[in-house]
Nanobody, 121 residues
Framework: QVQLVESGGGLVQPGGSLRLSCRAS????????MGWYRQVPGKERELVAT???????NYVDSVKGRFTISRDNAKNMVYLQMTSLKPEDTAVYYC???????????????WGQGTQVTVSS
């Protein structure tokens, strides 16, 4: 059973910082790209940032210079360091990963359950 579990969300004031973490667990052979997405009620889920297995990153324009994605391949973890947070960053943040599993050697896309980030004074 493969799963992604996020942690680190919460309430923060504008201008503050938060660090999200996501751990992939289970019978995993290899993890390819990992990423963070976010969603607010009534809107589609949007890409925030991705990181490949060799460390190449990609960000949505609205978070460039404020958010940093990183990963620890030895621990099967991905992080999102968020700084200079704005009220418009408020959303449920989801971890995502493309990974190959031992059960059938298939490469599939997985989602975490989401963690709420609220930026408000």
């Amino acid at each position: 059973q493969v799963q992604l579990v996020e942690s680190g969300g919460g309430l923060v004031q504008p201008g503050g910082s938060l660090r999200l973490s996501c751990r992939a667990s289970g019978s995993i052979i290899r993890i390819n790209a990992m990423g963070w997405y976010r969603q607010v009620p009534g809107k589609e889920r949007e890409l925030v940032a991705t990181v490949t297995s060799d460390g190449r990153t990609n960000y949505v324009d609205s978070v460039k210079g404020r958010f940093t994605i990183s990963r620890d391949n030895a621990k099967n973890m991905v992080y999102l360091q968020m700084t200079s947070l704005k009220p418009e960053d408020t959303a449920v943040y989801y971890c995502n990963a493309d990974l190959q599993r031992y059960t059938d050697y298939r490469t599939l896309n997985y989602w975490g359950q989401g963690t709420q980030v609220t930026v408000s004074s």
